[in-house]
């Protein structure tokens, strides 16, 4: 049995010596035939410096080097590209998910099953806005899309050569692991873990980034955003025309029209408010459609030690 551990990196300095000891020390107890693959995302900090002194040090390790930052989804997709393995592991660099789970995750592999996920009981460290939102999206995502994305789960997980190749075989633009893995299928299971706090340096996953990974998750798995917009504006025209006949009445039958604009404002803002929604909802649709139709490299390598027949 040979492993491959995808690992993205964007600023984890701090992070990446301790990673590579505690995952070298997991390894080895599974097997002598593993490799760990740090895709460098645009760091600006020492983390690409480290990756070099790692291979240099360690046969075991190789590295992918970005030519700027294409994003964390995008750092994985590269190393599920090369991976070569026949189990193959993504976890993040920053020591919130654990190492020592791999060895249950592995057991579980053992067992049968196709897809072995960790699925969080708690997070530490991390504040109330961070755990609500988190916990929202996760649950947003599982009501509007058409495929039951686990709930309470990142990308960090132990997957089997053929659920790797399905997922390669995945052409669109805007990434959502997680919810790609679930799509392909194949008999998935989970271990559950306490994760822990971020062992050094700084979240690279702003609000904005959150967000943009949340639209990336249901636009590309749900079409129910548009037919919501759909039912709203039908919604929408049969109250305006309730308004329209109502106004009617007051005018000419009941004779206690008042002249002002108040109603009228707040028709034509509450009406052009969903219309904006609606056509915002089309326009993220169309914003990946139009990335999937010019066929742009995912991402540019600027240097790595890996085989480009490894690809």
């Given at each position: ?35 760990l693959i740090f895709i460098n995302d645009g760091s600006s900090d020492r983390s690409l410096e480290l990756m070099r002194n790692l291979s240099q040090d360690h046969r075991e390790v190789r590295f ?248």
């Amino acid at each position: 049995m040979d492993i491959d551990v995808i690992i993205p990196v964007y600023n984890e300095e701090a992070n990446i010596p301790a990673l590579y000891e505690r995952l070298a020390a997991v390894l080895k107890q599974l097997t002598t035939q593993y490799r760990l693959i740090f895709i460098n995302d645009g760091s600006s900090d020492r983390s690409l410096e480290l990756m070099r002194n790692l291979s240099q040090d360690h046969r075991e390790v190789r590295f992918i080097d970005f030519s700027r930052n294409f994003g964390h989804q995008v750092a994985v997709t590269a190393g599920l590209n090369f991976s070569t393995a026949s189990r193959i592991v993504i976890i993040d660099a920053d020591l919130q998910d654990p190492p020592e789970l791999i060895p249950q995750l592995n057991a579980k592999m053992n067992e049968g099953w196709d897809v072995a996920y960790a699925r969080r009981k708690s997070r530490r460290g991390e504040s109330f806005f961070k755990k609500w939102t988190a916990g929202m999206s996760y649950r947003l995502l599982a009501g509007l899309t058409s495929i039951d994305i686990p709930l309470d789960t990142g990308d960090f997980r132990m997957m089997n050569r053929k659920v790797v190749l399905a997922i390669n075989q995945m052409p669109e633009r805007h990434k959502f692991i997680r919810g790609m893995v679930s799509w392909v299928g194949f008999r998935q299971t989970f271990v559950e873990y306490d994760r822990a706090r971020r062992q050094g340096g700084a979240t690279g996953y702003s609000f904005r980034k959150m967000l943009r990974l949340a639209l990336d998750g249901i636009t590309g798995f749900s079409n129910l955003p548009l037919k919501l917009a759909t039912l709203a504006g039908f919604t929408i025209s049969l109250f305006s025309f309730g308004l329209i006949l109502w106004t009617l009445h007051a005018r000419y039958v009941a004779g206690d029209y008042v002249q002002g604009w108040a109603s009228i404002m707040i028709s034509i803002l509450f009406i052009g408010g969903i219309q904006l929604i609606c056509l915002g909802l089309i326009g993220e649709y169309l914003i990946r459609m139009d990335a999937n139709i010019r066929q742009r490299p995912l991402y540019i390598i600027n240097e790595t030690n890996l085989d480009g027949t490894e690809k």
